[in-house]
């Protein structure tokens, strides 16, 4: 196999997790962000399955595309020879019931309905096999639904849908591996073109709204997340982990937290210490900026990038 494309976090994701830690989320919010974090997960753990492809075979992880004005997302695709995988994939988790007269995925505890996953590989489907005509690509589509979490069970699971099981991974792994597939320019052209049409920023984000006045201040702890922090000399130091990290690596931590929740605020000294809150001295972020940015005009418009 060949990494064409590999999967990061998204900005929505890494802003979510910040925002976790510095303000209270609601319920609601709180299960959005447990949600897209386990999504992630989910995601993570099947590319772990993926990396042991030894077949001549290209992966694309997490392709955002648009179409005829239509965005679609696709976890996981797989370019063969003679064909093109589109993967949902699914971390679900639970006893879950398949209605077949009104197609609908039931969880038993809840009685919610999950999304319909092979709704979503449907029109992920429809819109990439289009694209891929527009681009003159006449391989034909061959879309799976995995459901990846070993604690996930379907009941009256549908027979000839496109539906791999936990406990089917291992056979379903040993197939992809098995596909006779000799990849040539045409694949690395189809594989470059779709890597190029990726979009990074996701337009629908369930984001909560926040501001800079709401956040908590202070720094946490790299490693737990605790805000039971001190300095000590040149370092900052867990009181409930007992982690360890230089004074210098907390500050630019702090900052690209800033820059991330905040990317239109400019970073100042007197910024970075309101939100550290945990450092004694401007003159030690001071020091730490100079070292670390670029800065940028003088007196009281002094900033760094
Ligand atoms: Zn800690």
Avoid at 184 to 199: D, F, M, P, S, T
Wanted: charged share 25%; glycine share 4%; aromatic share 10%.
């Amino acid at each position: 196999m060949e990494l064409y494309k590999p999967r990061t976090e998204s900005l929505e994701l890494r802003k979510m997790r910040l925002l976790n830690k510095r303000m209270a989320l609601t319920p609601e919010e709180k299960k959005a962000y447990l949600y897209v974090q386990k999504g992630y997960e989910g995601e993570v753990l099947f590319d772990r399955l993926t990396e042991k492809l030894q077949c001549d075979v290209y992966v694309l992880n997490d392709l955002l595309l648009k179409h005829n004005n239509s965005l679609f997302q696709i976890d996981t695709l797989l370019i063969y020879q003679k064909s093109i995988m589109p993967i949902e994939i699914k971390n679900q988790d639970g006893d879950c019931c398949y209605y077949p007269d009104k197609e609908t995925f039931t969880m038993i505890l809840t009685d919610k309905d999950m999304k319909n996953p092979l709704d979503q590989l449907k029109r992920s489907k429809q819109l990439l096999h289009s694209l891929l005509k527009s681009l003159g690509v006449q391989l034909p589509l061959e879309g799976y639904v995995v459901f990846v979490n070993p604690h996930f069970t379907l009941y009256q699971a549908p027979l000839n849908k496109p539906i791999i099981y936990p406990n089917q991974l291992d056979r379903f792994m040993d197939q992809l591996n098995k596909i006779p597939s000799t990849l040539g320019n045409q694949h690395k052209k189809v594989a470059a073109e779709l890597a190029a049409r990726h979009i990074k920023e996701t337009p629908f984000t369930s984001l909560p709204q926040y501001s800079f006045g709401a956040m908590k201040k202070g720094s946490c702890c790299v490693k737990c997340d605790s805000y039971m922090v001190t300095v000590v000399e040149d370092e900052l130091v867990c009181h409930v982990c007992g982690e360890h990290e230089s004074i210098e690596a907390a500050v630019v931590r702090n900052v690209e937290e800033i820059r991330l929740l905040f990317p239109e605020m400019r970073i100042t000294t007197n910024l970075v210490y309101e939100w550290c809150g945990v450092f004694p001295s401007k003159k030690m972020i001071r020091r730490i900026l100079l070292k670390q940015y670029k800065a940028i005009g003088y007196g009281r418009w002094f900033y760094f990038e």
